[in-house]
């Protein structure tokens, strides 16, 4: 069977592509390892808005770019834009297909929905299986990497940000993803443990902000927990792939976001939080339930463009690090 370049546009049962022998992108990775501004600007000239989020203007682009096969949308438990992302996209003559989270959250759904993905690429259940249990080794080391950052020290919040992105598609090739972490684990383990300044955590969605962990280190703080990006790494490992994607909290309600960050909270033992929206995200009214149940210090961070953090949002950092650190 032929290997087909498949882009997604968020988190989805990546075991089912990977079983099948194919080559999985997460379209959001692509979109920030290149010219992020020149993407932007393709889609606005194929009649994108101004007024629409930046990463969906750079997912269409990179699966122009990106010499794709198919593109998988989550269009139900990720962004109400993706429906009419994919359409747009099979305009450009790319196959698309739509996979769900089910809203309800139950487990006969979402297992019909993985059965629906394993029938169209030709995957049995077990081969999925067989194939998450090669990538929960891999996870199993990103939960050491976690670890070594808001426990041992030896990670700094932007590895550990990087290094959990990244775990959306394993940047479509496994064996290296876990060779290249084998030799990072091995260093940081010998390395000396960084100072611990103001214990924060990251929640929302990746930043697009080019150099908010080195200006939050810059200020005195730690990012000790990054919320949504430890969610991607699905550190709960459990055996069976329908429970590990009713666990992951990212497709479903604010509240579960909520339960999960408490108890990482506590864990951690976070003083503060940064968290970050996306202009013209739906996501900024789940914030409001973030800000609102969270009992720490909260700022909030919003972004549009992919460039370096303006003076403006500087500003409001130093106020924040100078008021509780
Ligand atoms: S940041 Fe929000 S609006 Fe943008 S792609 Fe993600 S979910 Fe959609």
């Known amino acids: 069977m032929k290997t087909k370049r498949i882009g997604f546009t968020t988190s989805l049962p990546v075991e089912v592509l990977y079983a099948a022998g194919h080559f999985p992108i997460d379209l959001n990775n692509i979109f920030l390892s290149q010219d992020s501004s020149a993407h932007i600007h393709k889609a606005e000239l194929k009649g994108f808005p101004r007024s629409l989020c930046s990463w969906i203007k ?51 759904a979402l297992d019909a929905e993985i059965s629906r993905l394993e029938e169209h690429y030709g995957v049995s259940r ?37 290094w959990l992105v990244n775990s959306s598609d394993f940047q479509g090739d496994p064996a290296r993803f876990e060779r290249e972490l084998d030799e990072f684990l091995y260093q940081a383990r010998a390395s000396k443990p960084l100072p611990t300044r103001l214990r924060l955590g ?74 970050y929206t996306q202009a013209f995200c739906h996501l900024q009214i789940d914030n409001l339930l973030l800000k609102k149940h969270i009992k720490l210090p909260f700022l909030n961070l919003e972004g549009e463009l992919p460039e370096k953090l303006d003076s403006r949002t500087i500003l409001r950092l130093e106020s924040f690090f100078e008021v509780h650190s």
């Open 58 to 108: 750079g997912n269409f682009s990179s699966a122009l770019s990106s010499d794709l096969d198919e593109v998988i949308g989550i269009v139900q438990g990720d962004c109400s834009n993706s429906s009419s992302l994919l359409e747009m996209i099979a305009e450009e003559e790319i196959d698309i297909y739509r996979f769900s989270f089910p809203p309800q959250k139950e487990y006969a």
């Open 126 to 162: 077990k081969l999925t299986l067989e194939t998450k249990a090669w990538l929960d080794e891999i996870r199993r080391k990103l939960i050491e990497l976690d670890k070594l950052c808001y426990s041992d020290r030896k990670v700094s919040g932007r590895d550990n940000h990087l």
């Open 202 to 275: 990251y929640l929302g969605v990746p930043p697009i902000f080019r150099d908010l962990y080195d200006v939050i280190s810059e200020q005195g703080g730690d990012v000790l927990f990054n919320e949504v990006q430890r969610q991607f790494s699905m550190p709960h490992l459990k055996q069976d792939i329908v429970e590990q994607y009713l666990i992951y909290t990212y497709p479903y309600s604010v509240l579960d976001r909520l339960k999960d960050i408490k108890e990482q909270i506590q864990l951690r033992d976070l003083q503060a939080i940064v968290a």
